[in-house]
């Protein structure tokens, strides 16, 4: 069974940084690209950052080039997200997806991240 399962959202105070890690299984990890999506109250999902199967390859919003590093462990069949320099407009859900041309996609039930002071 296809299972994404994000984890590391929090509360943090403008300017500091958290770590969102996302758990992959019951799919051949390797063959996906992975991205991390956010969606703000009231806003339309976007894409925050997406990196290629082998890790090759980087992509990020506009808003966030700069502060936000994605990553990839094929091993441990694990992609994060690295944030920094958290600003207030950062809160928002976000969710992992892994995605594939031919196969479809999956998507993660999200992971909630609030930068507040």
């Known amino acids: 069974q296809v299972q994404l399962v994000e984890s590391g959202g929090g509360l943090v105070q403008p300017g500091g940084s958290l770590r969102l890690s996302c758990a992959a299984s019951?799919?051949?990890?390797?063959?996906?690209?992975m991205s991390w999506y956010r969606q703000a109250p009231g806003k339309e999902r976007e894409l925050v950052a997406g990196?290629?199967?082998?890790?090759?390859?980087?992509n990020y919003a506009d808003s966030v080039k700069g502060r936000f590093t994605i990553s990839r462990d094929n091993a441990k069949n694990t992609v994060y997200l690295q944030m920094n320099s958290l600003k207030p407009e950062d809160t928002a859900m976000y969710y992992c997806?892994?995605?594939?041309?031919?196969?479809?996609?999956?998507w993660g039930k999200g992971t909630l991240v609030t930068v507040s002071s």
């Open positions: 990196i290629t199967g082998l890790g090759v390859s980087r």
């Open positions: 997806n892994a995605g594939h041309r031919t196969r479809g996609d999956y």
């Open positions: 019951g799919f051949t990890f390797s063959s996906y690209a």
